[in-house]
């Protein structure tokens, strides 16, 4: 064994978003010599360009690294990355239980923000040990001991020692390190038990298949064993196992008990190895898996299709490669009678929806049109058979719906009390159910309140920004479905419903919603031949309507004479715009009055 157990820290960095975790992780490798300073890009462990860019951490990530403590002993580290943001809190909550303790980095200026409770939360849920540390003392708005006292008034663990910080001129960084080897307890865990090793993250590589991410809780497992994914049952052996190192995997002859490492076995789809899941030798397996496995949820879904109808066959390959790195994105294909042929996808949450949709653009070259996003629906019907709908199309006539039932989130919004009217008036719009107000400190309050999800998977997060002038932060969990007033809106053009832009809504709504859909589109549909009724309709019932006037005279009447070279500029113009509009029925519309429409909320 590489390294005794009482050597060995395992453990994550949480936070708030923003609050300094990936500067800390790269201080932390620097100052352990994992990385020569030439490799050292900044933010090394978030290694996707998106995230880079983003500067937000999408997929947990391990790393193992050796410090050197004040002691004279030597301890193996493994930090663990996890995620920010709440569409990937399950994710966050398997890579804290791969770990003992966890640093909470707090922002010296901010404080206490929802997530860093969020997260607390679900690090306190696994039994682990919290470390505080203040970061951004640097910072002239920095009150460090405010925000001390803040977390042990709010989280009620001692701060009065917590490392004061900056991780991005690696101030005090030595002290943190320290903490970890006296505050965080080793491992424990009978090697010699049968293997239980918890999966927490995975990927695919083109040339070892997926790459498993373990932390062993019990057992040793050694290339070559046959071993077994316990929740998909899928048998393989041992290719390789090893530690990740920060600039390359290190080959090892066994991982044991207390280790984080790697393993490779020729797993062909992620679908096989996922988060959460179970691994046992076949040879000595144990009885019981480890406790909190569950399937990725897709929560929010909306259908994606190519601009250009034959890069259909681009679309899939794109999506299947991006599964093979991503279990928790689901497609189907569907049809719209408006857009042709395409997929109704499912994610985690908007977030996760606004990266594969960026990805799919950027990586793959591809025009897409997405519909208004979904949440799923539960819809008792007459006869008294349920069904979960994640599709407007699908939604059933009323007069066979007996119920209609959505999602609710429980949301905390924290903010400085001068905010509070806004946010109250911001919830109230958003159908919020007021449940409490706490004082965090003299200033700040977190609000509570019950939010459905469909309210705030358009734009809540970037109105309750403009409206706290970015003082705000947020977090939901999804809590239950209830009973809701739910109507599906449709949109006809010249007395034809486009599927497309068809969505589900609460009944209060939906006359707004309407009249607004129905002046947008007037506005971005550009005048045809003919008079163009634009109308919007429940169950056959029209509640608002606008006219497109027929255009009066020929405009390309204009062009009379003129030199070749413009006119032909005008056709090449003309075709280029072609191309960008969808034929719905007999109207013509232009790709960016769906964009217009689908984005309504924001304006
Ligand atoms: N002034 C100052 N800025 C810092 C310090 N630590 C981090 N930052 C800055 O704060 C911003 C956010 O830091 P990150 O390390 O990306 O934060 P994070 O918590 O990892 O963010 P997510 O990955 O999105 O959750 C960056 O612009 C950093 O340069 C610090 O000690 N002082």
């Given at each position: ?298 929560m929010v879904?909306c ?44 994610f985690?949450g908007l977030?996760?929806m ?18 208004a996003p979904s949440v ?76 459905p999800l469909a309210e705030i998977i358009y734009d809540f997060f ?142």
């Amino acid at each position: 064994m590489s390294f005794p157990q009482d050597k060995i820290r395992n453990f994550s960095i949480i936070a708030h978003i923003d609050h300094g975790k990936s500067t800390l992780a790269d201080r932390i490798l620097e100052q352990t010599n994992s990385v020569s300073e030439r490799d050292m890009e900044a933010q090394l462990l978030d290694d996707m360009d998106l995230e880079r860019e983003r500067g937000i951490t999408i997929k947990a990530r391990a790393v193992s690294v050796i410090y050197k403590a004040d002691d004279g002993e030597e301890y193996l580290f493994n930090l663990i990355d996890t995620p920010g943001h709440v569409d990937f809190n399950y994710e966050v909550s398997r890579s804290l239980a791969a770990c003992e303790g966890a640093i909470l980095v707090v922002d010296a200026s901010q404080g206490i923000e929802a997530q860093t409770l969020a997260n607390t939360y679900l690090a306190v849920d696994s039994g682990l040990e919290i470390v505080p540390v203040v970061n951004k003392i640097d910072l002239p708005s920095a009150d460090p001991d405010r925000v001390i006292q803040e977390i042990e008034d709010v989280i009620g663990i001692p701060a009065e020692d917590a490392p004061k910080i900056s991780a991005k001129a690696g101030i005090n960084i030595h002290a943190v390190l320290e903490k970890v080897v006296h505050d965080i307890p080793a491992p424990t865990g009978d090697i010699n038990a049968p293997l239980r090793a918890l999966i927490f993250d995975s990927c695919y590589d083109s040339y070892k298949g997926v790459i498993i991410y373990v932390r062993l809780k019990e057992g040793q497992i050694h290339p070559g064993d046959e071993f077994k994914l316990m929740a998909t049952g899928s048998v393989f052996n041992v290719v390789e196992c090893g530690l990740m190192h920060a600039t390359a995997p290190e080959k090892t002859d066994g991982l044991y008990a207390g280790e984080v490492g790697y393993i490779t076995g020729s797993i062909k789809t992620l679908a096989d190895a996922k988060v959460g899941d179970t691994v046992t030798l076949t040879s000595n397996p144990a009885e019981e898996p480890l406790p909190g496995y569950r399937e990725a949820q897709p929560m929010v879904f909306c259908g994606i299709y190519p601009v250009d109808g034959a890069r259909y066959g681009d679309l899939k390959d794109a999506l299947e490669k991006l599964r093979l790195n991503d279990a928790a994105l689901s497609f189907d294909p569907e049809t719209s009678v408006a857009l042709g042929f395409g997929f109704r996808c499912g994610f985690l949450g908007l977030l996760h929806m606004e990266i594969i949709q960026e990805r799919l653009e950027r990586e793959y070259q591809l025009d897409l049109i997405t519909t208004a996003p979904s949440v799923i629906y539960r819809i008792t019907r007459t006869d008294g058979t349920v069904e979960m709908i994640d599709n407007p199309t699908n939604y059933p006539d009323p007069s066979l719906i007996q119920m209609a039932e959505e999602p609710v989130t429980d949301a905390h919004i924290y903010a400085p009390k001068e905010y509070v009217g806004n946010i109250m008036e911001l919830c109230q719009d958003r159908r919020g159910t007021f449940v409490d107000m706490q004082y965090i400190d003299a200033d700040r309050v977190d609000l509570h309140y019950v939010l459905p999800l469909a309210e705030i998977i358009y734009d809540f997060f970037d109105t309750l920004k403009s409206r706290t002038r970015g003082y705000a932060s947020f977090d939901y969990e999804l809590k239950e479905y209830v009973q809701s007033n739910l109507v599906k809106l449709d949109i006809m053009l010249n007395g034809e419903v486009v599927d497309a832009l068809s969505f589900i809504i609460h009944a209060d709504k939906a006359y707004s919603r309407a009249r607004k859909m129905a002046e947008k589109l007037k506005e971005k549909i550009p005048r045809q031949l003919f008079e163009i009724p634009i109308q919007a309709c429940i169950g056959g019932k029209i509640i608002a309507r606008e006219t497109v006037k027929a255009m009066r005279k020929d405009v390309l009447a204009k062009c009379y004479g003129g030199d070749i070279s413009r006119k032909k500029k005008l056709l090449e113009k003309q075709k280029e715009g072609k191309k960008r509009m969808r034929q719905l029925g007999s109207v013509e519309v232009p790709q960016e009055a769906f964009m217009a429409v689908l984005k309504l909320d924001t304006d």
